[in-house]
T-cell receptor
Framework: KNEVEQSPQNLTAQEGEFITINCSYS?????LHWLQQHPGGGIVSLFM???GKKKHGRLIATINIQEKHSSLHITASHPRDSAVYIC?????????????FGEGTQLTVNP | GAVVSQHPSRVICKSGTSVKIECRSL??????MFWYRQFPKQSLMLMAT?????????EQGVEKDKFLINHASLTLSTLTVTSAHPEDSSFYIC???????????FGDGTRLSIL
């Protein structure tokens, strides 16, 4: 079983829909990242959070430490949001700063 | 915001060639840099972690003589794939971080194709 599980694996939405991507992890973490990987491969770091909630534009990320769960929400989705969204965690048990990645969620937003 | 520049973005070369990939932090000091490899439709796999001025720490299964990493300055790390073969074809991504607790910033990746 992966230490980081994302759902869904694939998500197709219509423009304007509210989107939620989930991430669950099985061990203690010191931080959780949400990353966006564009079709060309480039990766953008969207959020790094260790508690609570963060908002940036139409993106909202929440984390529940007790439940070991995080969600990424996209409001008023747009075709340009189409990308792979990756959850990555920094495990407390690992040395240094290595991240453990989820498998990613492929999001397609249709016009 | 912080930017990491990775170059080249794409390389196509013959088997046996050595290929160097550069990763630069443009507006911050990258104390730690990470090199990842990604196969199609799979997640990123950490290859090695390097701290400026120190030898890189390689993940299990990654050949250090095959994938040479140099992190000689606070703004530049290089990954050299020595005597590349078709099985080395992959997408290589670097990321950099200023200090512990700060976010990692990712380069745009290098798509390496060995013929």
């Amino acid at each position: 079983k992966n230490e980081v599980e994302q759902s869904p694996q694939n998500l197709t939405a219509q423009e304007g829909e509210f989107i939620t991507i989930n991430c669950s992890y099985s061990v203690g973490i010191s931080a959780l990242h949400w990353l966006q990987q564009h079709p060309g491969g480039g990766i953008v770091s969207l959020f790094m959070l260790s508690s609570g909630k963060k908002k940036h534009g139409r993106l909202i990320a929440t984390i529940n430490i007790q439940e070991k769960h995080s969600s990424l929400h996209i409001t008023a989705s747009h075709p340009r949001d189409s990308a792979v969204y990756i959850c990555a965690v920094r495990l407390v048990q690992t040395s240094g700063s290595r991240l453990t990645f989820g498998e990613g969620t492929q999001l397609t937003v249709n016009p | 915001g912080a930017v990491v520049s990775q170059h080249p973005s794409r390389v196509i070369c013959k088997s046996g060639t050595s290929v160097k990939i550069e990763c630069r932090s443009l507006d911050f000091q990258a104390t730690t840099m990470f090199w990842y490899r990604q196969f199609p439709k799979q997640s990123l796999m950490l290859m090695a972690t390097s701290n400026e001025g120190s030898k890189a720490t390689y993940e299990q299964g990654v050949e250090k003589d095959k994938f040479l990493i140099n992190h000689a300055s606070l703004t530049l790390s290089t990954l050299t794939v020595t005597s590349a073969h078709p099985e080395d074809s992959s997408f290589y991504i670097c990321s950099a971080r200023d200090r512990i607790g700060q976010p990692q910033h990712f380069g745009d990746g290098t798509r390496l194709s060995i013929l």
